[in-house]
């Protein structure tokens, strides 16, 4: 039979057929009049989908992890107090890099498939702590911690602590208002709800944060944001920039802008457009928990699920590598297993980005038949998955996404 492989994982996601095109064409020097004007243009673009007025946003040919790591060595000195909020292996990785860059490193921690409480944060803030480091979106896990009970933390103590936020999966999945909550850095990614490939990282970096830089002397060259930012000014990048992903940026801006295009506004708007990207997510990751309740799986994270992937513990016995390699090898569907030490205990599907309701019905479909075949004493009968996948979809409304009190995304949040 024919098989055409897709991608359910939560980064490289699907690639934008528009953002393709763009790059194959993308034959453009990067010190010349051309290039200046689209580096320009996504720069301003991406502004809005990252929703800042107020902070200057900087592109970086990197990983990810490069900006976070550019966070810490821009913003931090030897022997700086930080605090790092951990629930999940990238949680892990802002302790890892705070203590490469020499930093004081207090860590309030909570279990795989939990979120933090806000009490203990409280308890661990102290006068002398500089900045607080977390994640929007946990995607090792499927968490979706609170941003802005933290932010509004910080505002309430009066901490000059800067908040430094990991929002790698939470770009295009969850509301986050970087001025209005407070955040003064935020971090996205190519490869997630962009729908490009990897090899770009950009942040939004707000006026308290560049202050910071002035008086931080942690090393850094490549990373210098500083230099990122003057350069910018003129449409240019630092160093050589990889010219091809950031046309493939800008095409993809263009297309969510499209999303939301009008009679009077045919080139959409960016704003609104982001805002039908999360809801999309919220909506076919609603869709899949609640295929995989009723198909006798467990969700690993119930009380504060993630819109850009959906963690699940499969019937009890079962390894979920074998969902892993079942769905690979029949349907060459490709979701993750879990990471570290929860691999074999929970499987990831993603929903960030270029994903709909076809592509969410199509792999419930594809894990009935690995249930009903490969583990038949779950009792999941064909159907049980997307009748249940089917009636929530149905019954959604088009204001169901604004019924959440926070901004954070969660129906139950630490505002609340």
Not at 165 to 180: F, N, R
Not at 296 to 308: H, N
Request: hydrophobic share 45%.
């Amino acid at each position: 039979m024919i098989r055409k492989t897709r991608l359910f994982t939560p980064g490289p996601t699907p690639l934008l057929p528009a953002a393709q095109f763009a790059m194959a064409a993308a034959d453009i020097h990067h010190r010349t009049a051309e290039f200046r004007a689209l580096y320009t243009c996504v720069l301003v673009q991406l502004k809005k989908f990252v929703g800042t007025e107020a902070g200057d946003i900087i592109i970086l040919s990197s990983s990810g992890t490069g900006a976070m790591e550019a966070s810490v060595s821009n913003l931090t000195s030897p022997g700086d107090r930080v605090l790092v909020l951990t629930a999940g292996k990238f949680g892990e990785r802002w302790s890892s890099l705070c203590k490469a860059f020499g930093c004081h490193v207090d860590v309030v921690s909570a279990p795989y498939g939990q979120t933090f409480s806000i009490d203990e944060i409280k308890a661990n803030l102290h006068l002398e702590t500089r900045a607080v480091f977390m994640q929007s979106s946990e995607t090792s896990t499927g968490v979706r911690h609170c941003v802005p009970a933290v932010a509004k933390l910080l505002k309430d103590t009066a901490s000059e602590a800067l908040l430094v936020v990991d929002a790698i999966t939470g770009l295009g999945t969850t509301h986050i208002d970087m001025d209005g909550q407070g955040i003064d850095v935020l971090i996205g990614g190519s490869q997630k709800a962009v729908m490009i490939p990897p090899g770009l990282s950009y942040l939004a970096v707000g006026p308290r944060a560049w202050d910071r830089m002035e008086a931080a002397y942690n090393p850094r060259y490549y990373f210098d944001l500083r230099k990122e930012r003057k350069n910018a000014r003129n449409g240019e990048s630092a160093y050589t920039p990889a010219v091809a992903l950031i046309a493939a940026l800008g095409a993809a801006l263009d297309w969510i802008a499209a999303q939301a295009a009008t009679a009077e506004n045919p080139a959409g708007d960016i704003v609104e457009g982001r805002k039908k990207l999360i809801e999309n997510a919220e909506t076919i990751a609603a869709m899949t928990r609640a295929a995989m309740l009723a198909m006798g799986c467990t969700l690993f994270a119930p009380d504060a699920p993630s819109a850009a992937a959906t963690s699940v513990l499969p019937p009890a016995g079962v390894s979920s590598t074998l969902f892993v390699k079942e769905l690979k090898s029949r349907f060459a569907a490709i979701i993750t297993d879990g990471q570290g030490e929860m691999k074999g205990q929970i499987f990831r599907i993603a929903h960030l980005g270029f994903f709909d309701y076809m592509d969410t019905i199509a792999l419930i479909g594809a894990l009935e038949q690995v249930m009903v075949k490969s583990v038949p004493e779950s009792g999941c009968k064909f159907g049980d998955g997307l009748i249940a996948a089917q009636g929530f979809y149905a019954q959604r409304s088009a204001t169901a996404a604004a019924e959440n009190k926070c901004q954070c995304g969660r129906s139950t949040c630490c505002l609340a």
